[in-house]
């Protein structure tokens, strides 16, 4: 069998990949590709988006299976002009594929077959939108309708932001005839997912359920994107839900389209907001999604053309299609500097023949430059690097391994991608290790006085906040003498990189008498030697942890998930993170962990030195003199 992938990014490549490995299929070819399909696979040099040149080299060349990538061929018609030429092409017609298209008569559809979703309404003007959004009241979600390459979507906190960005979409035309009328949209909060399935317009099969991340940096910080990364499964859908999600959205929107004469065909794609009230719909999608192939299709045990040829023939409710149940996958995006905006390209590509991690690199935006011999950027997002494992922490350590052995010039990828489920992992065993102490009020000062002075102001919070150490088992509490010189404050890194603020903390520790444990341990690479760290960290008399956020922004945040301990986060900024965008990457935490932020590069380094000493002072009146000291230093620096 030959099989054409009609696009060029690593969504292809990843289908390319999975094609490739069926025994029914001889040859793969790529429209138009990318370096890495072109390891793989035949590249055609015509456009995604030049159907009737696509249908005619297809014809020509006696193609038995065509599939789809991207959107935009799909909302053109290419299912619809390669049927008319005989040519079996999976996907759905030009009017099915409205239901991404338009998001404007895909919410109205949504609302006639009674679809859970937010509550929306559609604006022609600015002025209109605006009136729209005080009504429904902020945050609001301002969609664009038409096909926006991700970008099409935000949510604004405030009337000023709904303001610029109506502006960008239906003045200033930013994303062309697409923004031409809006969807303004009730705000919908809780966890997101995604939930694809396969779909023969009569019959589905649900695959495992994927989270991606949208925004362009850690934290969920920066504008919209295609799509930064991914993991699947997504552990917050158990079986329950998404049994819910496929009674309650995926089998009626299947449904739904064929009542109205539309017949889904090929992979139907769910955006979801998982509420209180259960499952709603965000966007329908009509296309596998980039970067969720990349993280399900390495789940499929099955065999893809198989279910393809299931789905042309409307079959697929005789076959059993099959998802490993033992392996995870996460997928990081590798992007060029400056994306989702203007990027550089022609960017010499570092390390694509020799990751050895195990992980499965898909190119993207990638091409061989004129030698043939180099292979080059040639847009935004570069390469996905996907990890397997037997669970997510395992997998996310594998595909951070290795985009740490890729590089170019000025490249960028989010560091916590899945960094939400494996923290929160780390919680019940927390708990099984010990109650964490009752929160214990301190004492009030009488009315109108003045504490003054280091005498003082341990006079005046030591008798409550030895309560609170005492429920710790920390040394100087219940009327002991004061705590052994053991007593230290860790400070830790996740590489070299951030050995500058850690020098700083250990230096302004020192000023203060007290020592510092030093450790540089990536959470991305060795998460258990993480671990080991941070549970042996009382046992070396440390009382208070200092945690880098540099170059692994969610060390801290997974570190406070492992550890009783108190810990302080200092983030840093670079040229492609702003100080807000920074701060709200180490503050990207699951419920029930917590840490304190003290702030950014080397200030913030002296501040959690100042908080360290502050803590242990607590415990130890003899020290409060020598923080209040520490801290007038760093005051004056």
Same mark, same amino acid.
């Given at each position: 069998?030959?099989?054409?992938?009609?696009?060029?990014?690593?969504?292809?490549?990843?289908?390319?990949?999975?094609?490739?490995?069926?025994?029914?299929?001889?040859?793969?070819?790529?429209?138009?590709?990318?370096?890495?399909?072109?390891?793989?696979?035949?590249?055609?040099?015509?456009?995604?988006?030049?159907?009737?040149?696509?249908?005619?080299?297809?014809?020509?060349?006696?193609?038995?299976?065509?599939?789809?990538?991207?959107?935009?061929?799909?909302?053109?018609?290419?299912?619809?002009?390669?049927?008319?030429?005989?040519?079996?092409?999976?996907?759905?017609?030009?009017?099915?594929?409205?239901?991404?298209?338009?998001?404007?008569?895909?919410?109205?559809?949504?609302?006639?077959?009674?679809?859970?979703?937010?509550?929306?309404?559609?604006?022609?003007?600015?002025?209109?939108?605006?009136?729209?959004?005080?009504?429904?009241?902020?945050?609001?979600?301002?969609?664009?309708?038409?096909?926006?390459?991700?970008?099409?979507?935000?949510?604004?906190?405030?009337?000023?932001?709904?303001?610029?960005?109506?502006?960008?979409?239906?003045?200033?035309?930013?994303?062309?005839?697409?923004?031409?009328?809006?969807?303004?949209?009730?705000?919908?909060?809780?966890?997101?997912?995604?939930?694809?399935?396969?779909?023969?317009?009569?019959?589905?099969?649900?695959?495992?359920?994927?989270?991606?991340?949208?925004?362009?940096?850690?934290?969920?910080?920066?504008?919209?994107?295609?799509?930064?990364?991914?993991?699947?499964?997504?552990?917050?859908?158990?079986?329950?839900?998404?049994?819910?999600?496929?009674?309650?959205?995926?089998?009626?929107?299947?449904?739904?389209?064929?009542?109205?004469?539309?017949?889904?065909?090929?992979?139907?794609?769910?955006?979801?907001?998982?509420?209180?009230?259960?499952?709603?719909?965000?966007?329908?999608?009509?296309?596998?999604?980039?970067?969720?192939?990349?993280?399900?299709?390495?789940?499929?045990?099955?065999?893809?053309?198989?279910?393809?040829?299931?789905?042309?023939?409307?079959?697929?409710?005789?076959?059993?299609?099959?998802?490993?149940?033992?392996?995870?996958?996460?997928?990081?995006?590798?992007?060029?500097?400056?994306?989702?905006?203007?990027?550089?390209?022609?960017?010499?590509?570092?390390?694509?023949?020799?990751?050895?991690?195990?992980?499965?690199?898909?190119?993207?935006?990638?091409?061989?430059?004129?030698?043939?011999?180099?292979?080059?950027?040639?847009?935004?997002?570069?390469?996905?690097?996907?990890?397997?494992?037997?669970?997510?922490?395992?997998?996310?350590?594998?595909?951070?391994?290795?985009?740490?052995?890729?590089?170019?010039?000025?490249?960028?990828?989010?560091?916590?991608?899945?960094?939400?489920?494996?923290?929160?992992?780390?919680?019940?065993?927390?708990?099984?290790?010990?109650?964490?102490?009752?929160?214990?009020?301190?004492?009030?000062?009488?009315?109108?006085?003045?504490?003054?002075?280091?005498?003082?102001?341990?006079?005046?919070?030591?008798?409550?906040?030895?309560?609170?150490?005492?429920?710790?088992?920390?040394?100087?509490?219940?009327?002991?003498?004061?705590?052994?010189?053991?007593?230290? &404050?860790?400070?830790?890194? *996740?590489? %070299? #990189?951030?050995? @500058? /603020?850690?020098?700083? $903390?250990?230096? +302004?520790? !020192?000023?203060?008498?007290?020592?510092?444990?030093?450790?540089?341990?990536?959470?991305?690479?060795?998460?258990?030697?993480?671990?080991?760290?941070?549970?042996?960290?009382?046992?070396?008399?440390?009382?208070?942890?200092?945690?880098?956020?540099?170059?692994?922004?969610?060390?801290?945040?997974?570190?406070?998930?492992?550890?009783?301990?108190?810990?302080?986060?200092?983030?840093?900024?670079?040229?492609? &993170?702003?100080?807000?965008? *920074?701060? %709200? #990457?180490?503050? @990207? /935490?699951?419920?029930? $962990?917590?840490? +304190?932020? !003290?702030?950014?590069?080397?200030?913030?380094?002296?501040?959690?030195?100042?908080?360290?000493?502050?803590?242990?002072?607590?415990?130890?009146?003899?020290?409060?003199?020598?923080?209040?000291?520490?801290?007038?230093?760093?005051?004056?620096?």
């Amino acid at each position: 069998m030959k099989v054409l992938v009609v696009g060029g990014g690593a969504r292809e490549h990843a289908l390319a990949w999975k094609l490739f490995s069926s025994s029914a299929v001889r040859e793969v070819y790529c429209a138009p590709g990318n370096a890495g399909t072109a390891i793989i696979a035949h590249s055609v040099p015509v456009r995604h988006d030049d159907i009737p040149n696509l249908a005619d080299w297809a014809k020509t060349q006696r193609i038995d299976l065509t599939v789809v990538g991207p959107e935009g061929p799909l909302g053109l018609g290419i299912v619809d002009h390669f049927a008319a030429h005989g040519l079996v092409c999976i996907g759905p017609t030009r009017e099915a594929a409205e239901i991404e298209t338009s998001k404007v008569w895909a919410k109205a559809l949504i609302a006639r077959h009674g679809i859970p979703t937010g509550r929306a309404e559609v604006a022609e003007s600015p002025a209109a939108a605006l009136e729209l959004a005080r009504k429904l009241g902020y945050p609001v979600a301002i969609k664009a309708d038409g096909l926006a390459a991700g970008k099409g979507v935000v949510v604004a906190q405030d009337e000023s932001q709904a303001r610029g960005v109506l502006q960008d979409f239906m003045v200033d035309k930013t994303l062309g005839a697409a923004g031409a009328r809006v969807l303004v949209e009730e705000f919908l909060d809780g966890e997101e997912a995604s939930v694809l399935a396969f779909s023969d317009g009569r019959d589905l099969a649900v695959m495992p359920p994927a989270r991606d991340y949208k925004r362009v940096g850690d934290g969920d910080s920066g504008p919209n994107t295609g799509g930064m990364g991914a993991y699947a499964p997504a552990p917050s859908l158990d079986a329950r839900t998404l049994t819910e999600v496929r009674e309650r959205i995926l089998a009626p929107a299947i449904a739904a389209m064929a009542a109205e004469g539309r017949p889904f065909k090929g992979v139907l794609y769910a955006g979801l907001m998982l509420t209180a009230d259960g499952p709603k719909v965000l966007e329908f999608n009509c296309r596998f999604g980039d970067p969720e192939a990349q993280a399900i299709l390495p789940l499929l045990e099955s065999d893809l053309v198989e279910v393809l040829l299931a789905i042309d023939r409307g079959a697929l409710g005789a076959m059993r299609v099959e998802w490993s149940p033992t392996l995870a996958t996460c997928v990081v995006v590798a992007a060029s500097a400056g994306y989702p905006g203007k990027v550089k390209v022609g960017l010499p590509i570092r390390g694509l023949d020799s990751v050895e991690s195990g992980a499965i690199v898909f190119h993207g935006a990638t091409r061989r430059d004129r030698s043939g011999r180099n292979v080059v950027t040639s847009g935004g997002r570069v390469v996905s690097v996907v990890g397997r494992g037997r669970d997510l922490q395992q997998a996310r350590s594998q595909a951070y391994r290795g985009i740490g052995e890729i590089g170019f010039e000025g490249m960028q990828y989010r560091r916590d991608i899945g960094a939400e489920p494996v923290a929160a992992r780390l919680l019940p065993a927390l708990a099984a290790s010990g109650s964490p102490p009752a929160a214990v009020a301190p004492a009030a000062a009488p009315s109108g006085a003045v504490v003054e002075g280091p005498e003082a102001l341990v006079s005046s919070l030591s008798a409550s906040l030895s309560t609170a150490f005492a429920a710790l088992g920390a040394p100087g509490s219940g009327g002991e003498s004061a705590p052994p010189a053991a007593v230290t &404050v860790g400070v830790i890194g *996740a590489d %070299a #990189a951030d050995g @500058a /603020l850690v020098d700083i $903390v250990r230096a +302004a520790c !020192a000023a203060g008498g007290v020592e510092c444990d030093l450790a540089t341990v990536s959470p991305y690479r060795a998460p258990e030697e993480l671990r080991r760290w941070a549970e042996g960290a009382p046992g070396r008399g440390a009382r208070v942890l200092v945690a880098i956020g540099g170059s692994a922004p969610h060390l801290p945040g997974l570190l406070a998930a492992m550890t009783p301990l108190p810990v302080i986060a200092v983030g840093t900024r670079s040229a492609n &993170v702003s100080s807000a965008e *920074a701060v %709200a #990457a180490l503050l @990207a /935490l699951p419920p029930g $962990v917590a840490l +304190a932020v !003290a702030g950014l590069d080397e200030g913030g380094a002296r501040n959690a030195a100042a908080l360290a000493l502050a803590i242990l002072a607590l415990a130890d009146p003899a020290r409060t003199a020598r923080y209040l000291e520490a801290r007038a230093a760093v005051a004056r620096t």
